[in-house]
T-cell receptor
Framework: DTGVSQNPRHKITKRGQNVTFRCDPISEHNRLYWYRQTLGQGPEFLTYFQNEAQLEKSRLLSDRFSAERPKGSFSTLEIQRTEQGDSAMYLC??????????????FGPGTRLTVT | AQKITQTQPGMFVQEKEAVTLDCTYDTSDQSYGLFWYKQPSSGEMIFLIYQGSYDEQNATEGRYSLNFQKARKSANLVISASQLGDSAMYFCAMEFMKTSYDKVIFGPGTSLSVIP
């Protein structure tokens, strides 16, 4: 169990550019979540996957955001045409949760995005 | 709408004393999991304790216990024998069994400072 990893840890980009983040969950976890966290706030749910299926997206998630989890392993989160309001910490988490049972989530260290 | 309220933005506790962090929630769902996470200044999100909505006994994990009062929709965290390393942000969170736009919600957090 090597934990959840995220890359890159920091990303600085100019407004209008596209960025992509990667998350590698704990290998035996079938559920993967993406969150956004701004300073002084709790994490805000963005989307989640059960294996390779993306089951739901937050209503707050604009069309500029897209996530994939090919083959139910690692996941990527892409933000197109970044805006300054996208600056935040992007957290990934994984768990053993199923549609019938809820388990704790293990979080990665996050990717800090700064849009200039 | 689903919502979590943590009414204590900041708390202080003397080392070795017990402290209670409040969490109340609003939902009409019957099936959910309640979680507490700790986020030190270093940034990583650490799972502390879990309570299922159908669990009749309050959860305990070492120095952590969850005072679950379902009728009052509260899930307070009790930390016994506080240690300096307990100084951190504490988040109450819920995961709903059904697939929904707000699958997981976090409260705004409580900042706990342990005084030597």
């Amino acid at each position: 169990d090597t934990g959840v990893s995220q890359n890159p840890r920091h990303k600085i980009t100019k407004r209008g550019q596209n960025v992509t983040f990667r998350c590698d969950p704990i290998s035996e976890h079938n559920r993967l979540y993406w969150y956004r966290q701004t300073l002084g706030q709790g994490p805000e749910f963005l989307t989640y996957f059960q294996n390779e299926a993306q089951l739901e997206k937050s209503r707050l998630l604009s069309d500029r955001f897209s996530a994939e989890r090919p083959k139910g392993s690692f996941s990527t989160l892409e933000i197109q045409r970044t805006e300054q309001g996208d600056s935040a910490m992007y957290l990934c988490a994984s768990s053993r949760s199923t549609e019938y049972s809820s388990y704790e989530q293990y979080f990665g260290p996050g990717t800090r995005l700064t849009v200039t | 709408a689903q919502k979590i309220t943590q009414t204590q933005p900041g708390m202080f506790v003397q080392e070795k004393e017990a402290v209670t962090l409040d969490c109340t929630y609003d939902t009409s769902d019957q099936s959910y999991g309640l979680f507490w996470y700790k986020q030190p200044s270093s940034g990583e999100m650490i799972f502390l304790i879990y309570q299922g909505s159908y669990d009749e006994q309050n959860a305990t994990e070492g120095r952590y216990s969850l005072n679950f009062q379902k009728a009052r929709k509260s899930a307070n965290l009790v930390i016994s024998a506080s240690q300096l390393g307990d100084s951190a942000m504490y988040f109450c969170a819920m995961e709903f069994m059904k697939t929904s736009y707000d699958k997981v919600i976090f409260g705004p957090g409580t900042s706990l400072s342990v005084i030597p």
